[in-house]
């Protein structure tokens, strides 16, 4: 079966600083890979995707990925952190039967 | 219109109400879907519709019952519930085929209190 796992339940950075934000995968076949971003009381923002192609993808608010087969992993970053950044991030892959299937998220906290 | 629209925001109900959580999305997506979220943990999925058949159901108890009587909206239907069903419901869309059958489009949720 697909799945994802992020073994950091909660990571800390100063602004300013570059932020990563782990994940790695296991998969059958070739990976589709995403992260999803959660704001408090609010549903899932898509971040980025990778699917083919490049392994480092780029997608909103500044943030990027890289696909790293030899690894299995698809770790979530941004060179200066901000403290609106601050949100519940998922790791998610797409399985055999086209469902998105999450990790257990880590929460990312910027501080001033 | 790039949004899914979930109502109500806020749901309390009793063990023994019946009521319905909604979703409606105008962006011509064909498949929604229904996650539970607790709290600090990751969505989980519970239903997909399919170009408005039902194609997935993880194995929800009965007493959640989904309707997608159009395109556009989807459904829960709610009765019976336990307190443990307490969460955060949310409800997304995408494309059912294509680069776009990979990005999931989520409501803000609605929060469900059963007392």
């Known amino acids: 079966a697909q799945s994802v796992a992020q073994p950091e339940d909660q990571v800390n950075v100063a602004e300013g600083n570059p932020l990563t934000v782990k994940c790695t995968y296991s998969v059958s076949g070739n990976p589709y890979l995403f992260w999803y971003v959660q704001y408090p009381n609010r549903g899932l923002q898509f971040l980025l995707k990778y699917i083919t192609g490049d392994n480092l993808v780029k997608g909103s608010y500044g943030f990027e990925a890289e696909f790293n087969k030899s690894q299995t992993s698809f770790h979530l970053k941004k060179p200066s952190a901000l403290v609106s950044d601050s949100a519940l991030y998922f790791c998610?892959?797409?399985?055999?039967?086209?469902?998105?299937?999450f990790g257990a998220g880590t929460r990312l906290t910027v501080k001033p | 219109d790039t949004e899914v629209t979930q109502t109500p925001k806020h749901l309390v109900m009793g063990m023994t109400n019946k009521k319905s959580l909604k979703c409606e999305q105008h962006m011509g997506h064909r498949a929604m879907y229904w996650y539970k979220q607790k709290a600090k943990k990751p969505p989980e999925l519970m239903f997909v519709?399919?170009?408005?058949?039902?194609?997935i159901n993880e194995s929800v108890p009965s007493r959640f019952s989904p309707e997608c009587p159009n395109s556009s909206l989807l459904n829960l239907h709610l009765h019976a519930l336990q307190p443990e069903d307490s969460a955060l419901y949310l409800c997304a869309s995408s494309q059912v085929k294509g680069a776009g059958a990979n990005v999931l489009t989520f409501g803000a949720g609605s929060r469900l209190t059963v007392l």
């Open positions: 519709y399919s170009y408005e058949k039902l194609s």
């Open positions: 998610a892959v797409r399985d055999g039967n086209n469902d998105m299937r």
